[in-house]
């Protein structure tokens, strides 16, 4: 059974401090990775994809990858209440196109 | 550009009924998925159609859960013999290829009464 796992959270933050968002997954041949946000009653939106070892920054948000370490993360620098949402990981496997995704990430920014 | 869009919005429906959710995703867009979201889960796969082939099927619950997908473009899922559990959100997403990146459209609120 291939998984990707997050913490539930809640991750709670203070507007302007830097969110990191953590995710492992666990088939080895994992090839593309993606980072979704999802507001309460809403669908997720695409906002960062990564597909090889290393930093990628968009504006506020770097995610991070390490294949050795089947790890993947987010940071949000100068986080804003309006960040506060579900971040959900997606790991594509590799046999398949689908996405297998975590149960999300919780976060709170407070003013 | 337009994105993913899904109709209904919401359904309500009885126990033993079937429905038929619509999704007409990104044009140009060949790859197509759809997922489902129960009340406090994650994302759970269904299915994803190449062109108008289905490469990925795995995740469809049982035989009453069908799709198709016609032209490469508009999507059909249907769901028969509706049961309570099947109450969820169904989410459908399109991307470029089967490679890229995925984009959601809005979902469709199942609710089986």
């Known amino acids: 059974q291939k998984e990707v796992e997050q913490n539930s959270g809640p991750l709670s933050v203070p507007e302007g401090a830097i969110a990191s968002l953590n995710c492992t997954y666990s088939d080895r041949v994992s090839q593309s990775f993606f980072w979704y946000r999802q507001y309460s009653g809403k669908s997720p939106e695409l906002i960062m994809s990564?597909?090889?070892?290393g930093d990628k920054e968009d504006g506020r948000f770097t995610a991070q990858l390490n294949k050795a370490s089947q790890y993947v993360s987010l940071l949000i620098r100068d986080s804003q209440p309006s960040d506060s949402a579900t971040y959900l990981c997606?790991?594509?496997?590799?046999?398949?196109?689908?996405?297998?995704f975590g149960t999300g990430t919780r976060l709170q920014v407070f003013p | 550009g337009a994105g993913v869009s899904q109709s209904p919005s919401n359904k309500v429906t009885e126990k033993g009924k079937d429905v038929e959710l619509r999704c007409d995703p990104i044009?140009?867009?060949?790859?197509l998925y759809w997922y489902r979201q129960s009340l406090g889960q994650g994302l759970e796969f269904l299915i994803y159609?190449?062109?108008?082939?289905?490469?990925?099927k795995s995740g469809l619950p049982s035989d009453r859960f069908s799709a198709e997908r016609t032209g490469g473009s508009v999507s059909t899922l249907t769901i028969q013999r509706t049961q309570q559990e099947d109450s969820a959100v169904y989410l459908c997403?399109?991307?470029?290829?089967?490679?890229?990146?995925?984009?959601f459209g809005p979902g469709t609120r199942l609710t089986v009464t």
């Open positions: 997403a399109s991307s470029l290829d089967g490679i890229y990146e995925q984009y």
């Open positions: 990564i597909y090889s070892n």
């Open positions: 044009s140009g867009h060949t790859a």
């Open positions: 159609f190449q062109g108008n082939s289905a490469p990925d």
């Open positions: 997606a790991v594509n496997p590799g046999d398949t196109d689908k996405l297998i």
